[in-house]
């Protein structure tokens, strides 16, 4: 079963997901797999990985004996990982609604079983049987490596939010607007820094959750005679990990997302405001600090979009299922929006498609290689998502603020 290892009393080495048979005890492969990929994961992805690899292990201890797996991998016996996986392979994709999740799941088992296979492989010392294991390593990727859960190619919608979206959630998350669903006026700041920092500048949730309270630098630019601000997206460098408290603990995906943002005058005053004025405190160094004085959750920021989703009008709801299909707004569709208003602004600045997609890479944190960037293309050229932002991004918060304020 999939457990979480925290508390005082747990080294920090030792702290983190893991697997466990009904005795309690570590499920050995995937703890030496754990050992060895968890450094290159996100919390989040080794979490989700581990969770699919208890189903792994769980259907091998259903077809056969309460340890099949670790057994067949340690004694390398590529006859019983076979049936293992086809077995698994047949039951995932004989579920009644097959999903994205579920390809991968697969993927994920078909990973862990092949990498298993090659360190043991590597290990021996005898020529004649590693190459034998070679053979047998050869024979399973040749049989499963064509093989895929989900074999429809469905449309893909527009994962950006439309324009009456974010023109309500502006409306709505205004720290002074009598329709925020938040009582408290600390509250009511840090969900609007959370969304301001997510829309404005493209961070994943995760990203946003490891800032320290002085994440957004500021200094004099002589050659443009004016004050320059930005902020970097790295691990936190005032915390060694043992003072975040957090279940889910937040972390960058890779190594290409680390990087430096330029942030706008009005985005660094409203992030000053909040640290003096509202945040409080606390005695960790995060940025977003929860109403009890710990470093904001992820659930904790996903729950609050949930609600935040139930106060926007109907009709935007309802333009919002029909654009985008979904019937709820996350932090990550902040994201999203904000790379197709990125790459409508860098196009409409004159650079050429290819230009801006490197560009846009370097600013979302993907890699040279990453197709992300052209996945939100199409919906740059959408009238009624590109027409209602001026060129300069900020522009729209400094607009809607400066509206009357209903008394």
């Known amino acids: 079963m999939f457990q979480h290892l925290d508390g ?23 703890a030496v797999w754990s050992t060895m990929w968890s450094p290159r994961l996100a919390a989040s992805t080794h979490a989700k990985k581990l969770r699919h690899l208890e189903n792994l292990y769980q259907h091998a201890a259903r077809i056969g004996s309460r340890y099949a797996l670790d057994d067949a991998l340690g004694t390398l016996d590529d006859q019983a990982l076979a049936e293992i996986l086809e077995s698994w392979f047949v039951s995932i994709r004989n579920q009644s609604a097959v999903t994205g999740a579920d390809e991968k799941r697969w993927q994920t088992g078909l990973e862990f079983v092949s990498s298993v296979v090659t360190w043991l492989s590597k290990s021996e010392a005898s020529n004649d049987r590693l190459r034998r294991i070679e053979q047998r390593l050869h024979r399973l990727a040749g049989l499963y490596s064509q093989l895929h859960v989900r074999r429809d190619n469905p449309v893909e ?78 691990e936190n460098g005032y915390d060694d990990g043992d003072g975040d408290p957090r279940y889910s603990k937040p972390g960058i995906k ?11 005058e009005l985005t660094a005053r409203v992030v000053q405001r909040y640290v003096e004025n509202y945040r409080g405190r606390p005695s960790h160094s995060y940025l977003l600090n929860s109403q009890i004085d710990t470093p904001l959750s992820t659930e904790s920021l996903t729950k609050t979009f949930a609600l935040i989703s139930r106060r926007l009008p109907s009709e935007v709801l309802a333009e919002l299922k029909d ?8 932090p990550h569709d902040l994201r999203h929006t904000s790379a197709v208003v990125r790459l409508h602004q860098l196009l409409e600045h004159g650079d050429a498609m290819d230009e801006a997609l490197q560009k846009m890479r370097t600013f ?14 199409r919906a ?21 603020r400066a509206l009357p304020r209903q008394s």
Not at 13 to 28: E, F, K, M
Not at 364 to 377: E, L, V
């Open 8 to 30: 005082p009393d747990v080294p920090l080495s030792l702290r983190g997901p893991v697997l466990v048979d009904d005795s309690g005890l570590p499920r050995y492969w995937a």
């Open 157 to 234: 919608m527009v994962r950006s939010l439309p324009a009456c979206t974010v023109e309500a959630l502006y409306l709505l998350l205004d720290p002074d607007s009598p329709q925020n669903p938040f009582a408290r006026e600390r509250t009511r700041w840090r969900v609007f820094v959370a969304f301001v920092l997510m829309l404005h500048q493209g961070l994943r949730r995760g990203e946003a959750l490891l800032l320290p309270a002085d994440a957004v630098k500021s200094a004099y630019d002589r050659r443009q005679q004016r004050m320059r601000h930005w902020l970097n997206v790295q």
């Open 254 to 264: 890779n190594a290409h997302s680390v990087r430096q943002l330029p942030v706008s």
């Open 323 to 330: 654009r985008t299909g979904k019937h709820a707004i996350t």
């Open 364 to 377: 979302f944190g993907w890699s040279k290689t990453s197709t992300m960037p052209s996945r939100y293309a």
């Open 380 to 400: 740059v050229f959408e009238d009624r998502l590109a027409g209602v932002w001026n060129e300069a991004f900020d522009d729209r918060v400094a607009l809607l």
